[in-house]
Each structure stands twice: as structure tokens, then as C-alpha cells.
């Protein structure tokens, strides 16, 4: 998806919260756990993510099929909790970890199921594809002269493209 901000709001988040819009949006080339905001009227969407190790929080609506950025800044505690909880898996259910260290410690096994070595494989996420693609010069110069970024907005603006073909409607996730 493309993404697009108030030139003045940009310089006045970054003067206040001291992030940058064209660092915040990268939350989006990862997991992020959405919220719709209840601050105001108009849908906006609270989306939290990491950025280079750190939690960031990135308020946006939804206008002409592009995320328009509203704020970005530091994630709250509570969504730094929920992000680890819902994304990351860390969450806060009722397994007795003390009692499996302590099991582990006295060296005893599950009773049930093996693990057949043999038979394991590591299973990844989806990840990007590196490709070589011809783009017109002029294409990738504008892209390019748009900042450090222009891999990932070139792939919005396919992602975009795709999914309109697709006939699907932007929503949060877009």
C-alpha cells in the first residue's frame, strides 16, 4: 500500500515525538497489531510494530486506497505488552513455566510423543523474493528520489495494484 502524510505534520511529529514518518512506516514490512481508533470520527487505525528493536506506534486512515499517516511515536506500555502477546507469542496464560525449568532441571522427559529428527524441517514465514526486474529509468529515479525506502514503496505500489485487479477493498490491513 502507498503511503502518504502532511509535509508540516511530518516535521512537527518528528520535532515532538522525534520519529520520523519515513522511519515509522516500515513497522508495515512486518507484523503489526491493529486497532481501530476511538479518538475520533473519521476511521483511523492504530498500528503497533517494530522498527529497528523498538515498539512504535503509527496512527492512520485510510484515504483513496493509501495509509495517510497521522502520528507516529514511542508505543505506549500496554501496547508494547499487547504487540509481544498477540505477534510475538510472548503471552501472559496460565502455563507454570517455574514447573517445566524444574522439570527440566531434574532431567525429566514428556512421557508422550518423539520427536523424529529425520523427519523435522524448519518452517519459515513468507519472506520477500529477491528479483531482477527492468524499470524504466525515469520510474526508479522518482522512486529513488522519494528517500531510503524505494524497494518498499515500489512493492506497495505493486501490492496495490494487485489487489485492486484482485477486487479486494482496502481495509486496515490494506
Do not use: C
Not at 501496547?79 to 532441571?105: F, I, M, N, P
Not at 528520489?145 to 489487489?163: C, D, H, K, P
Amino acid at each position: 500500500m502507498v503511503f502518504e502524510w502532511d509535509g508540516s505534520k511530518r516535521r512537527m511529529m518528528l520535532a515532538q515525538h522525534r520519529i520520523d514518518f519515513e522511519d515509522a512506516i516500515r513497522i508495515f514490512n512486518g507484523p503489526v497489531l491493529e486497532t481501530r481508533s476511538r479518538r475520533t470520527e473519521e476511521t483511523r487505525w492504530v498500528a503497533v510494530g517494530i522498527v529497528d528493536s523498538r515498539e512504535i506506534a503509527v496512527a492512520y486512515t485510510i484515504r483513496n486506497g493509501r495509509r495517510r499517516i497521522i502520528t507516529a511515536r514511542r508505543a505506549r506500555t500496554s501496547e508494547r505488552r499487547d504487540y509481544h502477546a498477540y505477534v510475538v507469542g510472548e503471552s501472559k496464560g496460565k502455563t507454570d513455566w517455574e514447573w517445566l525449568r524444574q522439570q527440566d532441571a531434574a532431567g525429566v522427559e514428556p512421557d508422550e510423543g518423539e520427536f523424529d529428527r529425520s523427519q523435522a524441517r524448519v518452517v519459515m514465514p513468507p519472506s520477500k523474493q529477491a528479483i531482477s526486474v527492468r524499470i524504466d529509468r525515469d520510474v526508479l529515479d522518482f522512486f529513488k528520489s522519494q528517500g531510503r525506502g524505494y524497494q518498499t514503496r515500489i512493492n506497495a505500489v505493486l501490492r496495490s495494484y494487485m489487489e485492486a485487479k484482485r477486487g479486494q477493498t482496502a481495509g486496515p490491513r490494506g
